[in-house]
């Protein structure tokens, strides 16, 4: 009997959810080819056959919205309410897709005085799509669709821990070969002489390894990795309590396991207490942790023990550094799922693990500054450079300090998913990756330009050019 990704309830991880089969590293060369096969014929399917099919798939994942989203959430943790909203959005994003690919897609032909030259934005061939659990059907989306529309096929390969209901998903769209297993299996894909582009969401530990072996074959590769993303609150700035009601969400959606989750408050010392009595406020009254089938719940439980394990640690480290842990929410009475407790991190030294790397869970440090070049010094003290935020009642102000942070994207006055926007480029700077998804450079990521040249010269009838000649500054 051939091995399974078993996946597991993390509410109730007695509870077996489903399971998918590995791919052995072996087997990978025989998906890989018949993925090669598979791009000689679609891409040269005509550009709005292939973009139908985007917007048939779009329809067909919002029909089967309800049962996909109880799959999710069955095996990611995430709220039922929020699983809807992500397949709901991938949904969006398909049919964005379709409307907006032709821009990006269309070649152009120029012949005037200087020559004949034809831009084609061409297919790579077959894509190496590499996706992670915590939100694996946007996130794979985000790759499927520009590399469909694009004319590439893709060799899907999800996380373990959220395989179910994106392989429901990958069934609904042509091009698309579905891979289960582990590193091994990823090393394979990545490595292989048919695999002609490469696109990983993900850690930064798996990314060094991926780029790696994607480097060993001269692979490119789209990375977005992980963030330790600042929230920096100017002296002026002026939250409603449904600010900070998003605000609270911005951290603690999804348990805190978002690579773009607001995970460093900084506040004015002076306006340290103000903040955190109204955040408090707001976290009582709209974190409310559970089962999430509950469509109460707006935080489930973390992943797995060892995501638990890991932000124990955390916890621990940061007492012993002198830190008090405020907690947001009561979770469920002890259990065997995998529910922590959201906190607010106080008085914790800018040293501290829970500063200085991403957390990846519920807990996150509130940090007092006396300038806003401090603050803006120490949001920039670190390696990985994703996402951040400015927040201010003069927006102006806003985006002058934000055009001083280091980080691919940032956000003016919210954070995380509500900031997001299908026409605004997604990635990272620093370790954080690079490459972009969403928008205009999204579909770029996914096609090369190739180029045919019959400079006036070399044309019947033109002057032609010396041998050792170098173009003019009009050529």
């Known amino acids: 009997m051939s091995p399974r990704v078993i996946r597991e309830n993390p509410a109730r991880p007695a509870e077996i959810v489903g399971s998918v089969p590995v791919c052995p590293p072996a087997a990978v060369d025989l998906v890989v080819a018949q993925a090669h096969r598979d791009f000689l014929e679609w891409s040269r399917v005509p550009l709005p056959d292939r973009l139908a099919a985007l917007g048939a798939a779009a329809d067909a994942l919002e029909a089967r919205a309800g049962e996909l989203a109880a799959l999710l959430a069955r095996e990611s943790g995430k709220p039922i309410v929020d699983c809807r909203g992500e397949i709901g959005f991938a949904a969006v994003y398909l049919r964005w ?13 120029v012949q005037d005085g ?32 520009p590399a469909l529309a ?6 899907l390969k999800p996380s373990p821990f959220a395989p179910l209901a994106i392989t429901a998903v990958a069934a609904l769209l042509p091009g698309i070969q ?5 590193p091994d299996t990823v090393t394979a894909l990545v490595a292989h002489p048919l695999v002609a582009k490469v696109a990983f969401t993900g850690g930064e530990a798996a990314g060094r390894s991926i780029a790696a072996a994607a480097g060993a074959a001269l692979t490119p590769v789209t990375l977005e990795l ?29 348990a805190g396991q978002v690579c773009m989750a607001a995970k460093r408050l900084y506040v004015p010392r002076t306006r340290r207490n103000e903040f955190l009595d109204s955040y408090l406020a707001a976290a009582q009254r709209i974190l409310v ?20 394990d890991r932000l124990t640690n955390l916890i621990a480290d940061g007492r012993r550094r002198g830190g008090r842990m405020i907690p947001l929410a009561a979770a469920p009475d002890a259990g065997p799922g995998y529910f922590l407790t959201p906190a607010l991190a106080l008085d914790l030294p800018d040293d501290a693990a829970l500063v200085t790397g991403e957390q990846f869970g519920p807990l996150v440090p ?9 603050a803006v010094l120490r949001a920039n003290d670190s390696d990985l450079g994703l996402a951040a935020s400015v927040w201010s009642a003069d927006e ?6 934000a055009a001083d942070l280091q980080a691919g994207f940032t956000f003016v006055n919210t954070h995380n998913r509500t900031g997001m926007s299908l026409r605004a480029p997604f990635g990272g700077t620093k370790r954080s990756g690079f490459g972009r998804e969403y928008a205009h450079e999204g579909l770029r990521e996914y096609v090369q330009p190739t180029v045919i040249h019959a400079p006036e010269a070399f044309r019947p009838g033109g002057p032609g050019m010396p041998a050792r000649a170098y173009p003019t500054h009009r050529a």
């Open 396 to 401: 102006d102000r806003a985006f002058a300090v």
């Open 289 to 308: 942790v559970g089962d999430p089938l509950d469509e109460r719940v707006t935080m489930g439980p973390l992943v797995n023990r060892a995501a638990v």
């Open 178 to 182: 579905v891979i289960h297993g582990g």
């Open 114 to 145: 200087l020559g004949r030259l034809t831009t084609t934005p061409a297919p790579f061939g077959v894509v190496a799509a590499i996706t992670p659990w915590n939100a694996p059907i946007i996130l794979a989306v985000l790759k499927l669709g």
């Open 150 to 155: 694009a004319g590439n096929t893709v060799v």
């Open 226 to 254: 992980g963030g330790n993303d600042p929230a920096v609150f100017l002296h002026d700035f002026a939250l409603t309590p449904d600010d900070y009601e998003r605000l609270v969400l911005a951290s603690f959606a999804t």
């Open 366 to 374: 509130l940090l007092t500054y006396d300038s806003e070049d401090e």
């Open 97 to 109: 897709v379709r409307d907006n690919a032709p821009a990006v897609l269309t070649g152009s032909v």
